[in-house]
C-alpha cells in the first residue's frame, strides 16, 4: 500500500509564503491525479490543486496566482508553493491521490490520502 507523507506546513503572517512537499512511500503510476486539499475550521474539505497524468493543473479560484502545484514524478514528490497567504488560507492541508478516470479526469472518488500538515496564517 503506497503511504503519502505530507511536511512544510508551519504559521506565518499575511503575506508570507510556505512550500508544502508531499513523499510518496511507493512509485504511483502514471495514471494517478494527485492533488492538494484543505480543511479550515468548521469547513468541508475542499481541493485546492490538482495534477493530472499530463501534468494540467487546475487551482480552486480563491488561490490560483498566489498557489503551485508541482509534480515530480522520478522523485516520487508533489508541492504546494503557497506565497501571497491570507488568513482564510488556515486549515490542515492534505496531499491525496487517486486513479484517473474515464479520459484522464481526476475525481477525487476513493483517494488515498497523508495524515496532513497545518497552515496557520495570522493577520
Known amino acids: 500500500q503506497v503511504q503519502l507523507l505530507e511536511s512544510g506546513g508551519g504559521s506565518v503572517q499575511a503575506g508570507g509564503s510556505l512550500k508544502l512537499s508531499c513523499v510518496t512511500s511507493g512509485r504511483l503510476h502514471q495514471y494517478y491525479c494527485m492533488a492538494w486539499f484543505r480543511q479550515g475550521p468548521g469547513k468541508e474539505r475542499e481541493v485546492v490543486a490538482s495534477v493530472d497524468t499530463e501534468g494540467k493543473t487546475t487551482y480552486t479560484d480563491s488561490v490560483k496566482g498566489r498557489f503551485t502545484i508541482s509534480r515530480d514524478s522520478a522523485k516520487n514528490t508533489l508541492t504546494l508553493q503557497m506565497d501571497s497567504l491570507k488568513p482564510e488560507d488556515t486549515a490542515m492541508y492534505y496531499c491525496?491521490?487517486?486513479?484517473?478516470?474515464?479520459?484522464?479526469?481526476?475525481?477525487?472518488?476513493?483517494?488515498?490520502w497523508g495524515q496532513g500538515t497545518q497552515v496557520t496564517v495570522s493577520s
Open positions: 491525496a491521490a487517486d486513479v484517473a478516470g474515464t479520459f484522464g479526469t481526476c475525481n477525487y472518488f476513493s483517494p488515498l
